[in-house]
Structures are given as C-alpha cells and as structure tokens.
C-alpha cells in the first residue's frame, strides 16, 4: 500500500522514476527524461531529494514493497507448507511471462552501483534480506530441520531462475528452477511431526 504521507506529485516522480529504471537502466536514465516523463518539474524533484540516487533508491523501496506483497500473496495460495515453498516458482513464472519483464530490478540496480554504501545498493540488499527472510518462513511452517540453509538455497534458485529467464531469454527457468527445489525438498523432509 503507498505511503498516504506522500503527495500526489511524489507518487507521480516515483512511479514514472520506477518504470524507466526498470525499463532502461539508471545510468541511462538521465533527470531530463524524469522530468519530462513525470511531469515533475526539476525544481520539485530536488524539494523531495538531494540527488538522482536518493529518488532512485526511494522508487526502488516502493517497488520492493509492491513486488514482495504480490509475491508472499500469490505464492501463499497453496494449501501446505511444501506448496507454498514449490509456489514460489509459480509466481515466479507468472511474472516471467509478463510483457515488461526485465529481471529483478534490485539486481540490475546493484549491478549498475559499484559502491556498496550508496544508497540504492542497500535498498537491493534489503529487498534480497526480505525476500530470504519470507523464505525461512516458509521453510520454517515445512518444518525444515536448518530453514535458514533451505531459504538460502530456495534464493538462489530464484535468483538463478530470474537471471537465467533475462539473460537466456528462457521463460520457463522457473518450472526448472522448482524441479530442482522439489529434489531439495524430498533430501530434506520436514522434521517428525510437522506438516509437509
């Protein structure tokens, strides 16, 4: 859900900002190109933020909120813990086959930003920090005997499905991707006593 603090014109900067990073590539992206494809005036954009990067990492924090409800809600539809888990690549198909899909913008975004401390690259790290975290959770309802080395494992086969779909061009690196986590799974039964 957006932030209600922000103004009508911020939503406009950040959405328009998000869609062309996304499309494009931040370095590609110059500010002549936000402020006509926003609306927004110059001026404006640097009432709400000090320099390009700060508006970046912002419209990368409100896609990383949209991207994580739509993916916990669409993989949290099966029925039970080994579902939900294997569900992630579902969803992770679903978004493949989207006509604007262009990988996972927070890899791309830190692949641009050499420096670690900038602000866009923490924005990446903590989109990737959620997203193991949601998949420790699911782990943790399976019942996995370690869940933070089965959530690991679970975010790398996503992050390799993501990379291989946009590189390769290789829309079904999920269903492969989720053959591989269904062997992961059946090395690691749920520990005695919990639901599969």
């Not at 922000?6 to 370095?27: C, D, M, N, S, V």
Request: proline share 5%; aromatic share 8%; net charge neutral.
């Amino acid at each position: 859900m957006d932030d209600p603090i922000r103004t009508e014109t911020q939503r406009k900067l950040l959405a328009a900002t998000e869609r062309l990073i996304y499309a494009g590539g931040i370095t590609a992206t110059g500010m002549d190109r936000i402020v006509k494809e926003s609306g927004v005036a110059r001026k404006t954009i640097y009432r709400y933020y000090k320099d390009k990067d700060e508006l970046v990492a912002d419209a990368l924090a409100k896609r990383d909120i949209r991207w994580m409800n739509w993916f916990i809600t669409t993989s949290g539809k099966a029925d039970t813990p080994a579902g939900r888990l294997l569900a992630t690549f579902d969803a992770l198909e679903q978004w493949f086959f989207t006509p604007d899909f262009r990988g996972c913008a927070f890899i791309n975004a830190a692949g641009e930003i050499g420096d670690p401390g900038d602000p866009i690259r923490a924005v990446a790290k903590l989109h990737k920090v959620k997203l193991r975290d949601y998949l420790r959770q699911l782990a943790e309802e399976y019942g996995a005997e370690d869940p933070d080395e089965l959530a690991a494992e679970f975010l790398i086969l996503i992050d390799g499905a993501i990379t291989v779909a946009l590189v390769m061009e290789k829309k079904e690196a999920a269903r492969e991707a989720q053959k591989l986590a269904r062997k992961l799974l059946a090395m690691r039964p749920p520990q005695s006593g919990k639901p599969a």
